[in-house]
């Protein structure tokens, strides 16, 4: 195979050209095999230099732990700074690779620089020494370095210049970010140079230099020095982490603990579980006075708190305003300690309520309010809860919430008010009521939440794993699970499935239905919003609703509260100003009614969601923060009044419902996440694929760990996408489905189809039926999990998912569970796991293959794997194995356990040897050999018109070769070079493709 590449006009910088057969459902292909390897990848990366501070998940490690997304970083004013690698022998190397964050990390020769931006120095005789060395990309995301073989135990660079801070986007990013730090015996690259070539980079009056990543020119220059075309195989990473059981505080071992209460003489009472204890003194006024974390031993007392704070339009309520009453414990038992303490005054009486349940690492405070005057009492303001912990810092919880957290040694506490809208000053805990209690009436508050947490050790997003971890699991245990889940949905919007295509294609539509009822689906809604629907001719709806009813599909309609959209049938709808206001409460009972009227089982509750603070005195509620606390709690009523009107109505929401407190009344997933940031968006960089529904894959995986870390959402409240959209096209990935719906599985049992292909085969529906069915029978396990390997928050505007990586999911309880390993990279990948279940030190486990064959694999203790020791699999290209980890059985035959890497061949279909055939200043001719395997033939003789394989490649059986290239004048991981490249010779118009030719056949290239 011979590949022609002209480089004529742009300058397109660093181009690393990989090329991987990826061959519609062709059993195997496969080229010569790449042999580099990263000795960095066995060493121990640190840092040499005096007085750098380590930043916090960006230590050392970052850069030789095979990933591209987590990164070493040292700041500006911390320069000089080293980064290398140490081994425990000496290493002969030659070469070294490193990769930065991005282009703008390093400097170059575009203001005719002679200087040098970093030292590389090796380890001889207990002293640093330079090496002269030949660099190969300059001012790009990744710098190449090749010099005289050394050995030496050490190797590093040396930074002294900070990045130029006029040419950085962020403030942030004012330090160096090195994402990978490589090192090789043998040089494992290729280039291409064009001497003393210059091309224009930018126009006169054009601020091109905002957006391309090399260092602008000086002065009033337009153009730039032509860097080299890189031919650099894709490597083969280990990816590293810890199995352990998920954290799951119900089943941890401080559960088992039961609840108890004691009270003194001195007027204190202790309510204690296996997680916290809460001590209370009733000496000299009533007050919380001491918080034990009793999972790290670590306690804090309170001498500061207040007990409550009422205000009302009359005065403020404290403690100090009551007579203390009685103290009332009767009703506890070993799973739940409650405490009743009554206050009493001559207008109001408050009795302050605690609980503190076995399985709960949190405790519930709440008040009770009592009118004993003769007229109505308006309260305005409660503080439920004042601990006054020391230092709070705030947790975000999706955009509208923060949680207070303080921070110990060893672990802390969090706390939060169990309602949709409240605020916060330090831990002390307020909502805005603004409720009237008539004479004689009670008024309950809404519930304070006090819990603890245990750090890991790891740091995420800024904070201490743990937190979020425990955090979510409160969130997880006030969200039940309901008796359907796992449940599979189907999101008619995507597919584009509804009234108007009912109409118009009816027996398309039907096949629709009838298909999805096949693959397992439940419930579906409809692409129209549902005002729409409301006011569409009633046989048409009813049409629709009992076509999915004798499919056995609930189905129904999305409420939209003013996306301001026209979706084909007209109203576009806007937002109002006040859900409480006469036409907000028109739409409740015209949405209600529709949902009465037919009966509708599957509706999203609240898209384009937003809550304004509204002033008119007629809407039956207070002024401003009132009225955004009064229009949440009539939200939570209008999902009361649609289970009323539809019993068994299932009802999730997209991007309204978002607050994590929202989200626990959901009765399946929440779809709405925080777009444009914290890796959380909709459009993450992927690894190029030629399957549509593995690009899917890889883009939910990262969008939906942002919905997981930043929003608190338990993964079982996830959306778990499966396939493309129907938007897009309507035809089936014959290669990607399976993969992308194991990918939605690997999160939790829960999934949503976004597509129902028209022409799914009988085996892809049957592949989806086991694997739902597989995924309901360990629901158990899939309800919780854990991300494995890289678990890193980025920067807003840093979008990537999985390129260049290993993803992994871990489903561990106890001493036994399921891991998922998906390879979303166009050669293998290797994840080495150790082993630290429940269990003792000497405990023996076997590991058994799930997908894609069932087998068990050869541990090296007699077949076993012992606790503490290390599981590695290797995982083929754009594949997905899932092992089952469970104690050993002695009586077990171990004669047909396999290797762990067995099967692995037949994937290889990487090319990765190319020699340079010929090169000029303005092309170069790049060639390589594979063999076709000789039971694809079938694949090469494909009658499907070009036009329509060439739009939608996954939905046909051909052979296809995928160039992977990448412009690394672009930030990494997101660098890939885009559809339809343009390459323009010197004098014309039109661009050229790439002229690639089989056997000295030529082929035809699509972007």
């Given at each position: 195979?011979?590949?022609?590449?002209?480089?004529?006009?742009?300058?397109?910088?660093?181009?690393?050209?990989?090329?991987?057969?990826l061959?519609?459902?062709?059993?195997?292909?496969?080229?010569?095999?790449?042999?580099?390897?990263?000795?960095?990848?066995?060493?121990?990366?640190?840092?040499?230099?005096?007085?750098?501070?380590?930043?916090?998940?960006?230590?050392?490690?970052?850069?030789?732990?095979?990933?591209?997304?987590?990164?070493?970083?040292?700041?500006?004013?911390?320069?000089?700074?080293?980064?290398?690698?140490?081994?425990?022998?000496?290493?002969?190397?030659?070469?070294?690779?490193?990769?930065?964050?991005?282009?703008?990390?390093?400097?170059?020769?575009?203001?005719?620089?002679?200087?040098?931006?970093?030292?590389?120095?090796?380890w001889?005789?207990?002293?640093?020494?330079d090496?002269?060395?030949?660099?190969?990309?300059?001012?790009?995301?990744?710098?190449?370095?090749?010099?005289?073989?050394?050995?030496?135990?050490?190797?590093?660079?040396?930074?002294?210049?900070?990045?130029?801070?006029?040419?950085?986007?962020?403030?942030?990013?004012?330090?160096?970010?090195?994402?990978?730090?490589?090192?090789?015996?043998?040089?494992?690259?290729?280039?291409?140079?064009?001497?003393?070539?210059?091309?224009?980079?930018?126009?006169?009056?054009?601020?091109?230099?905002?957006?391309?990543?090399?260092?602008?020119?000086?002065?009033?220059?337009?153009?730039?020095?032509?860097?080299?075309?890189?031919?650099?195989?894709?490597?083969?990473?280990?990816?590293r982490?810890t199995?352990?059981?998920?954290?799951?505080?119900?089943?941890?071992?401080?559960?088992?603990?039961?609840?108890?209460?004691?009270?003194?003489?001195?007027?204190?009472?202790?309510?204690?579980n296996?997680?916290?204890?809460?001590?209370?003194?009733?000496a000299?006024?009533?007050?919380?006075?001491?918080?034990?974390?009793?999972?790290?031993?670590?306690?804090?007392?309170?001498?500061?708190?207040?007990?409550?704070?009422?205000?009302?339009?009359?005065?403020?309520?404290?403690?100090?305003?009551?007579?203390?009453?009685?103290?009332?414990?009767s009703d506890?038992?070993?799973?739940?300690?409650?405490?009743?303490?009554?206050l009493?005054?001559?207008?109001?009486?408050?009795?302050?309520?605690?609980?503190?349940?076995?399985?709960?690492?949190?405790?519930?405070?709440?008040?009770?309010?009592?009118?004993?005057?003769?007229?109505?009492?308006?309260?305005?303001?409660?503080?439920?809860?004042?601990?006054?912990?020391?230092?709070?810092?705030?947790?975000?919880?999706?955009?509208?919430?923060?949680?207070?957290?303080?921070?110990?040694?060893?672990?802390?506490?969090?706390?939060?008010?169990?309602?949709?809208?409240?605020?916060?000053?330090?831990?002390?805990?307020?909502?805005?009521?603004?409720?009237?209690?008539?004479?004689?009436?009670?008024?309950?508050?809404e519930?304070?939440?006090?819990?603890?947490?245990?750090?890991?050790?790891?740091?995420?997003?800024?904070?201490?794993?743990?937190?979020?971890?425990?955090?979510?699991?409160?969130?997880?245990?006030?969200?039940?699970?309901?008796?359907?889940?796992?449940?599979?949905?189907?999101?008619?919007?995507s597919?584009?499935?509804?009234?108007?295509?009912?109409?118009?294609?009816?027996?398309?539509?039907?096949?629709?239905?009838?298909?999805?009822?096949?693959?397992?689906?439940?419930?579906?809604?409809?692409?129209?919003?549902?005002?729409?629907?409301?006011?569409?001719?009633?046989?048409?709806?009813?049409?629709?609703?009992?076509?999915?009813?004798?499919?056995?599909?609930?189905?129904?309609?999305?409420?939209?509260?003013?996306?301001?959209?026209?979706?084909?049938?007209?109203?576009?709808?806007?937002?109002?100003?006040?859900?409480?206001?006469?036409?907000?409460?028109?739409?409740?009972?015209?949405?209600?009614?529709?949902?009465?009227?037919?009966?509708?089982?599957?509706?999203?509750?609240a898209?384009?969601?937003?809550?304004?603070?509204?002033?008119?005195?007629?809407?039956?509620?207070?002024?401003?923060?009132?009225?955004?606390?009064?229009?949440?709690?009539?939200?939570?009523?209008?999902?009361q009044?649609?289970?009323?009107?539809?019993?068994g109505?299932?009802?999730?929401?997209?991007?309204?419902?978002?607050?994590?407190?929202?989200?626990?009344?959901e009765?399946?997933r929440?779809?709405?996440?925080?777009?444009?940031?914290?890796?959380?968006?909709?459009?993450?960089?992927?690894?190029?694929?030629?399957?549509?529904?593995?690009?899917?894959?890889?883009?939910?995986?990262?969008?939906?760990?942002?919905?997981?870390?930043?929003?608190?959402?338990?993964?079982?409240?996830?959306?778990?996408?499966?396939?493309?959209?129907?938007?897009?096209?309507?035809?089936?990935?014959?290669?990607?489905?399976?993969?992308?719906?194991?990918?939605?599985?690997?999160?939790?049992?829960?999934?949503?189809?976004?597509?129902?292909?028209?022409?799914?085969?009988?085996?892809?529906?049957?592949?989806a039926?086991?694997?739902?069915?597989?995924?309901?029978?360990?629901?158990?396990?899939?309800?919780?999990?854990?991300?494995?390997?890289?678990?890193?928050?980025?920067?807003?505007?840093?979008?990537?998912?999985?390129?260049?990586?290993?993803?992994?999911?871990?489903?561990?309880?106890?001493?036994?569970?399921?891991?998922?390993?998906?390879?979303p990279?166009?050669?293998?990948?290797?994840?080495?796991?150790?082993?630290?279940?429940?269990?003792?030190?000497?405990?023996?486990?076997?590991?058994?293959?799930?997908?894609?064959?069932?087998m068990?694999?050869?541990?090296p203790?007699?077949?076993?794997?012992?606790?503490?020791?290390?599981?590695?699999?290797?995982?083929?290209?754009?594949q997905?194995?899932?092992?089952?980890?469970?104690?050993?059985?002695?009586?077990?035959?171990k004669?047909?356990?396999?290797?762990?890497?067995?099967?692995?061949?037949?994937?290889?279909?990487?090319?990765?040897?190319?020699?340079?055939?010929?090169?000029?200043?303005?092309?170069?001719?790049?060639?390589?050999?594979?063999?076709?395997?000789?039971?694809?033939?079938?694949?090469l003789?494909?009658?499907?018109?070009?036009?329509?394989?060439a739009?939608?490649?996954?939905?046909?059986?051909?052979?296809?070769l995928?160039?992977?290239?990448?412009?690394?004048?672009?930030?990494?991981?997101?660098?890939?070079?885009?559809?339809?490249?343009?390459?323009?010779?010197?004098?014309?118009?039109?661009?050229?493709?790439?002229?690639?030719?089989?056997?000295?056949?030529?082929?035809?290239?699509?972007?």
């Open positions: 195979m011979r590949l022609f590449w002209k480089r004529r006009g742009r300058r397109i910088s660093n181009i690393g050209l990989f090329c991987g057969m061959a519609g459902t062709v059993a195997a292909a496969w080229g010569a095999e790449v042999t580099s390897a990263n000795l960095a990848l066995h060493a121990r990366a640190r840092s040499w230099e005096p007085g750098v501070a380590v930043v916090p998940e960006h230590e050392p490690a970052r850069a030789n732990d095979g990933s591209l997304h987590s990164y070493w970083g040292v700041k500006a004013d911390d320069l000089p700074a080293d980064l290398g690698v140490e081994w425990s022998q000496p290493q002969k190397v030659s070469s070294l690779v490193v990769r930065y964050f991005d282009g703008k990390m390093v400097r170059g020769p575009a203001v005719a620089r002679t200087q040098p931006w970093a030292r590389l120095q090796y001889e005789h207990d002293a640093w020494k090496l002269e060395a030949q660099i190969i990309g300059q001012e790009t995301s990744a710098v190449r370095y090749v010099f005289s073989a050394v050995t030496t135990t050490r190797l590093r660079l040396l930074f002294t210049e900070p990045p130029d801070p006029e040419a950085r986007r962020h403030p942030e990013r004012l330090g160096i970010f090195v994402c990978e730090f490589e090192v090789y015996a043998h040089v494992p690259f290729q280039w291409v140079s064009s001497p003393d070539r210059v091309v224009r980079i930018q126009r006169h009056g054009a601020r091109t230099y905002q957006r391309y990543y090399n260092e602008p020119p000086s002065g009033d220059a337009d153009y730039d020095f032509a860097g080299p075309l890189i031919i650099e195989p894709k490597q083969t990473r280990i990816f982490d199995l352990a059981p998920t954290l799951i505080v119900p089943e941890s071992r401080w559960a088992r603990e039961p609840c108890a209460v004691t009270t003194s003489r001195t007027q204190a009472v202790q309510l204690k296996g997680f916290l204890q809460l001590e209370i003194s009733a000299g006024g009533f007050n919380e006075i001491r918080l034990t974390n009793r999972v790290t031993g670590e306690s804090v007392a309170t001498p500061r708190s207040r007990a409550f704070q009422v205000r009302t339009a009359e005065g403020t309520l404290t403690p100090e305003n009551f007579k203390f009453g009685k103290v009332n414990t506890s038992n070993e799973e739940v300690s409650r405490l009743r303490v009554e009493t005054s001559v207008k109001v009486n408050v009795t302050l309520n605690y609980e503190l349940r076995r399985q709960d690492h949190f405790y519930h405070k709440w008040l009770s309010l009592e009118n004993q005057g003769l007229s109505d009492l308006q309260v305005r303001d409660v503080t439920v809860s004042s601990l006054e912990l020391p230092r709070p810092v705030d947790l975000m919880a999706g955009q509208e919430l923060t949680y207070p957290i303080t921070r110990l040694e060893k672990g802390g506490f969090f706390s939060a008010l169990e309602t949709i809208y409240w605020e916060h000053q330090g831990d002390a805990l307020v909502f805005f009521p603004g409720v009237t209690i008539g004479s004689g009436k009670t008024f309950e508050t519930k304070a939440v006090v819990g603890i947490y245990k750090n890991r050790g790891e740091y995420l997003g800024g904070w201490d794993r743990g937190v979020r971890e425990w955090v979510t699991e409160y969130h997880a245990q006030i969200s039940p699970l309901s008796k359907e889940w796992p449940d599979v949905y189907c999101e008619g919007w597919a584009k499935i509804g009234v108007k295509e009912l109409l118009e294609r009816p027996q398309w539509s039907e096949q629709f239905i009838e298909t999805a009822e096949k693959m397992g689906i439940r419930y579906m809604d409809a692409y129209e919003p549902a005002h729409q629907a409301a006011v569409m001719t009633p046989e048409w709806v009813r049409r629709f609703v009992d076509l999915a009813n004798r499919y056995h599909i609930a189905t129904g309609w999305w409420i939209d509260f003013g996306s301001d959209i026209d979706w084909g049938t007209g109203a576009p709808l806007k937002p109002l100003a006040c859900k409480l206001s006469p036409e907000g409460e028109s739409y409740f009972r015209e949405m209600v009614e529709l949902a009465r009227r037919y009966k509708l089982r599957a509706m999203h509750w898209d384009f969601f937003s809550v304004f603070p509204c002033n008119q005195p007629g809407h039956g509620h207070l002024p401003g923060k009132y009225s955004i606390y009064a229009q949440g709690q009539r939200m939570l009523r209008f999902g009044e649609l289970r009323q009107a539809s019993p109505i299932m009802l999730g929401a997209d991007g309204g419902l978002t607050n994590p407190q929202y989200v626990r009344y009765d399946s929440a779809h709405g996440t925080y777009y444009g940031g914290y890796q959380g968006d909709h459009f993450s960089a992927v690894e190029p694929d030629l399957h549509i529904d593995r690009l899917y894959g890889d883009m939910n995986r990262a969008y939906l760990y942002g919905s997981h870390t930043v929003f608190l959402r338990p993964w079982f409240r996830m959306l778990n996408c499966v396939n493309h959209f129907g938007q897009e096209s309507h035809r089936h990935d014959r290669a990607g489905f399976r993969y992308s719906l194991l990918s939605a599985i690997a999160m939790a049992g829960q999934v949503t189809f976004n597509e129902v292909p028209e022409n799914i085969s009988e085996k892809e529906i049957q592949f039926q086991r694997w739902l069915n597989w995924a309901k029978t360990n629901k158990d396990y899939l309800k919780q999990g854990e991300r494995l390997f890289d678990r890193s928050l980025h920067f807003a505007d840093y979008w990537q998912a999985d390129a260049e990586s290993l993803a992994g999911f871990a489903h561990i309880r106890g001493d036994k569970g399921y891991v998922f390993l998906l390879n990279t166009a050669v293998e990948q290797i994840a080495e796991l150790s082993l630290a279940m429940e269990g003792t030190a000497s405990a023996l486990y076997a590991v058994d293959q799930v997908f894609p064959v069932k068990t694999l050869q541990g203790n007699n077949g076993d794997y012992p606790q503490g020791e290390k599981l590695r699999v290797t995982v083929p290209a754009k997905v194995r899932i092992l089952w980890i469970s104690p050993a059985s002695s009586s077990a035959d004669r047909s356990r396999q290797p762990e890497d067995t099967g692995i061949a037949q994937w290889q279909r990487y090319i990765g040897d190319w020699t340079i055939a010929e090169h000029s200043p303005e092309s170069a001719t790049l060639a390589s050999r594979f063999e076709f395997p000789s039971n694809a033939t079938p694949y003789s494909s009658s499907s018109p070009e036009s329509d394989w739009k939608e490649p996954w939905a046909y059986d051909k052979a296809y995928v160039f992977l290239m990448k412009d690394e004048t672009e930030e990494l991981n997101n660098q890939w070079i885009p559809d339809k490249l343009p390459i323009l010779r010197s004098n014309a118009t039109q661009p050229e493709s790439l002229a690639v030719s089989v056997n000295g056949v030529p082929k035809a290239v699509h972007a």
